[in-house]
Nanobody, 114 residues
Framework: QVQLVESGGGLVQPGGSLRLSCAAS????????MGWYRQAPGKERELVAS???????NYADSVKGRFTISRDNAKNTVYLQMNSLKPEDTAVYYC????????WGQGTQVTVSS
């Protein structure tokens, strides 16, 4: 069974930074395009960033210039560096393949508030 475990969330003030990690097990993700998704209360889950196996990236307009997705294939891990955080970034953040597989982990809560 594929397992994707997110970590690194927390409470941060506006303008602050967090780095999220997604550790994969059972399978290698080295040849897969991966994404970070988020879901705020009352809203649909949305893709915020993706990274291809070779490292090319894409971002939602709302996070461009502030978030950076990266991967370390040797560690089977995907990261999301989030800078200049805004209250509207508050959500549960998930990682998954892109396009998404049927497995969703518990996610990690990011709360941006003063």
């Amino acid at each position: 069974q594929v397992q994707l475990v997110e970590s690194g969330g927390g409470l941060v003030q506006p303008g602050g930074s967090l780095r999220l990690s997604c550790a994969a097990s059972v399978i290698s993700i080295s040849l897969s395009r991966m994404g970070w998704y988020r879901q705020a209360p009352g809203k649909e889950r949305e893709l915020v960033a993706s990274v291809r196996s070779a490292g090319t990236t894409n971002y939602a307009d709302s996070v461009k210039g502030r978030f950076t997705i990266s991967r370390d294939n040797a560690k089977n891990t995907v990261y999301l560096q989030m800078n200049s955080l805004k209250p509207e970034d508050t959500a549960v953040y998930y990682c998954n393949f892109f396009p998404a597989s049927s497995y969703w982990g518990q996610g990690t809560q990011v709360t941006v508030s003063s």
